[in-house]
Nanobody, 124 residues
Framework: QMQLVESGGGLVQPGGSLRLSCVGS????????IGWFRQAPGKEREGVSC????????NHADSVKARFTISRDNAKNTVYLQMNSLTPEDTAIYYC?????????????????WGQGTQVTVSS
């Protein structure tokens, strides 16, 4: 089962920062574009950020632009999501998945199984 494993979530105050990590579990993460997604209570899962295989191209949802940065270290088989200026609206379970491409309707192109995700809670 092709799956990615997320980590790095936690409880943070508004305005704070967190860095999430996504590692391939028996999956060659370095060969694919990778997307970060999130699902808040009572809401559908949404795409947050995406990075191309090389790391040269990224996409971000409007709600996180200028606050979130996605990057990758293919030598470490890891993709990161640096989240700054967090707000309570960012509270969600965050997931990563490989996607077929990081452009256009990339949020609908995830093809690896969803893992447990990592909980991010922004609260004072």
């Amino acid at each position: 089962q092709m799956q990615l494993v997320e980590s790095g979530g936690g409880l943070v105050q508004p305005g704070g920062s967190l860095r999430l990590s996504c590692v391939g579990s028996r999956f060659p993460l370095e060969n694919y574009p990778i997307g970060w997604f999130r699902q808040a209570p009572g809401k559908e899962r949404e795409g947050v950020s995406c990075i191309s295989r090389s790391g040269d191209n990224t996409n971000h949802a409007d709600s996180v632009k200028a606050r979130f940065t996605i990057s990758r270290d293919n030598a470490k088989n890891t993709v990161y999501l640096q989240m700054n200026s967090l707000t309570p609206e960012d509270t969600a379970i965050y997931y990563c998945a490989a996607v077929w491409r990081c452009g256009g309707s990339w949020t609908k192109l995830a093809f690896t199984s969803w893992g447990q995700g990592t909980q991010v809670t922004v609260s004072s």
